[in-house]
């Protein structure tokens, strides 16, 4: 019975068998060209230990003939040089015998002794034709020739290193072929038993991205393809029967999501990444007067607004709106309409800005009430101011013309009656300005401002009622500051309002701070105390008018209201950080 091998052992075993040859030929190239190296290396250290021991021997031959052609040379200097000579001579035999031809040299040698004993006068017995000279050239001969045979030996060992080294390469060019032939081999089997079912598994996964769950599997002989194949069989049914389910469930959360769009009491429109509507609910459709025939063109163009355009294109790059948008002014059935939006980017979990949403809300009654109220308060403000101008100007006269002793009863009310009349006068002057601002009606005086200088200004006014509570007003102005253009009175307005609340609400040895810096094409102007702070809960209506939260009340709650007019008259907008117990910060950004 043939068990079927699996997919990791045919794949371990042809990589195997080729990292195997690989290694083996590595080895052996290896291991030849280390008895190359050691077998070249020992051959230098031979040749050149015999060429010093030749030139040795030269040496000391040469210098024996000096003494024997010098007459009164000693015999015992002679002497000492032939045991030296015969001294190397030993170790050249030693070392190599007939391959080095250094026992020629000593047999001749011991001939040239034998002559110059037997010669009576060896100065004049070195001619080439006497015995003593003879045998004298036949050991530099053979000194010569020792010398001959160490350059041939080298020569000798070069070649056959060279013939060795072509054994080596040869075998490991047929290693590599024999590698070579095994992966095309190794290649080939598996591009054709396991490639093949692979690009087919490919193809089915495309088919079934595609949504196409009917494919055709590939059978092979691997148990491991095999069981992949049967598992993405079984996927591709599971996602055939979860895509029906699914596609059910798609449906209704759409219905679901479609009513919950279209029950909001507030227009919806929902638009694409590249600005276009996509789906606008019925209370839109009412609102605007449109019908889903708009669907597809861009915003902008819809409510025929350009300014939309570069409003849109910051909140899809993720943005905010630096300020609050104006009412949209529409004519529907012959009926203006005015319409308050705001447009919210819709971001994908992980990141990437989807479209945005434009919430619409019809503010047409809205307007018009505050409008007439408007009116009203300016009218009233007007009307009141009249008589209230009369009576402070009549009560004065008479507080002139009567008296009463100092500690009289009737000092106390009189000085109650003219606090609550100049209180009278500040609260309509109050409404009249709010109203004016509210209405369109003021208008601002634009010039350059020195922020420096207003500053200065606004600490002068203020340095004696805060050295009379201890507290210590400072200036800090980060450069470089430019000069704006503002209604420097507007601001000065501001400025006080402000700096009086402080004081108001600072303990004694307290501290304000009046900041300025530039931040990108606006600068921030804050003013900073270190006092009671305002609760969490309260900050979010400390601009509305009419309205008096924590700290300590007085005044009608209109100081703050027209502030934050005044600064969006500007251009720009205000807001508060506070913490309760530490502390207040009002800051302004007005744009350069």
Not at 165 to 181: E, K, N, R
Not at 442 to 462: D, G, I, N, V
Request: charge should be negative; include cysteine; hydrophobic fraction near 40%.
């Amino acid at each position: 019975m043939k068990w079927p091998m699996k997919l990791r052992t045919r794949l371990f075993l042809s990589i195997s068998a080729l990292v195997t040859v690989a290694l083996l030929g590595l080895l052996l190239g290896l291991f030849s060209v280390l008895q190359m190296a050691a077998l070249q290396q020992r051959v230098v250290q031979d040749t050149t230990q015999t060429l010093e021991l030749a030139l040795k021997l030269r040496q000391n031959l040469g210098e024996q003939l000096n003494l024997i052609l010098d007459e009164d040379t000693a015999p015992s200097n002679l002497v000492t040089l032939q045991d030296q000579f015969q001294t190397l001579l030993k170790q050249g035999l030693e070392q190599g015998g007939e391959r080095t031809g250094f026992s020629k040299a000593a047999s001749n040698y011991q001939a040239f002794v034998q002559a110059y004993r037997q010669s009576p006068m060896p100065a004049r017995s070195m001619g080439v034709d006497q015995p003593l000279g003879a045998a004298f050239n036949q050991v530099r001969t053979d000194l010569l020739d020792s010398h001959r045979q160490a350059l041939e030996h080298i020569t000798r060992s070069e070649e056959t290193s060279r013939a060795h080294a072509l054994l080596i390469s040869g075998l490991l060019g047929l290693m590599g072929l024999i590698v070579l032939g095994l992966g095309f081999i190794t290649a080939h089997n598996i591009a054709r038993r396991f490639g093949q079912p692979i690009e087919a598994l490919a193809k089915a996964a495309d088919q079934v991205s595609q949504g196409n769950f009917d494919v055709t599997l590939p059978v092979t002989q691997a148990t491991e393809l095999n069981l992949l194949t049967r598992r993405f069989g079984l996927m591709a049914d599971a996602l055939r029967k979860h895509q029906a389910t699914n596609v059910d469930e798609l449906q209704a959360g759409q219905q679901r999501l479609q009513a919950v769009l279209d029950s909001i009491d507030d227009g919806l429109l929902i638009i694409d990444r590249q600005g276009r509507l996509e789906h606008l609910n019925p209370v839109a459709q009412r609102q605007l007067g449109w019908d889903p025939s708009r669907l597809g063109v861009s915003l902008a163009e819809a409510l025929h607004r350009p300014e939309l355009e570069q409003q849109l294109r910051q909140v899809l790059r993720g943005g905010s709106l630096d300020r609050l948008p104006e009412d949209l002014s529409l004519e529907v059935d012959e009926e203006t309409r005015l319409l308050t939006y705001s447009l919210t980017p819709v971001s994908h979990p992980e990141g990437p800005i989807l479209g945005a949403v434009m919430v619409l809300h019809d503010v047409t009654e809205q307007r018009a009430f505050e409008r007439v109220r408007s009116e009203f308060v300016l009218r009233a403000s007007h009307e009141l101011r009249t008589p209230v101008t009369g009576m402070h100007m009549a009560f004065g006269l008479l507080r002139e013309r009567i008296s009463f002793p100092p500690d009289a009863r009737e000092n106390d009310l009189l000085e109650t009656i003219a606090e609550e009349m100049q209180r009278l006068t500040q609260l309509i002057n109050d409404l009249l300005n709010f109203s004016r601002y509210q209405s369109g009606l003021q208008k601002l005086e634009l010039a350059p401002c020195s922020l420096e200088e207003l500053f200065e200004r606004a600490q002068a006014r203020f340095i004696e009622q805060a050295s009379g509570k201890q507290i210590e007003i400072i200036r800090e102005l980060e450069p470089p500051l430019p000069r704006i253009q503002a209604d420097v009175a507007q601001l000065e307005r501001v400025l006080d309002n402000l700096l009086h609340n402080a004081i108001r609400h600072t303990g004694s040895g307290g501290r304000i701070r009046l900041h300025a810096r530039r931040h990108a094409e606006r600068v921030i102007i804050s003013v900073e105390d270190n006092g009671e702070g305002i609760a969490y809960g309260q900050q979010g209506r400390i601009f509305e008018p009419f309205v008096q939260v924590g700290r300590k009340k007085g005044g009608a709650g209109l100081g703050l209201a027209l502030c934050k007019e005044i600064v969006q008259l500007h251009g720009g907008r205000m807001g508060v950080f506070s913490r309760p117990g530490q502390g207040t910060q009002f800051y302004m950004a007005l744009p350069v």
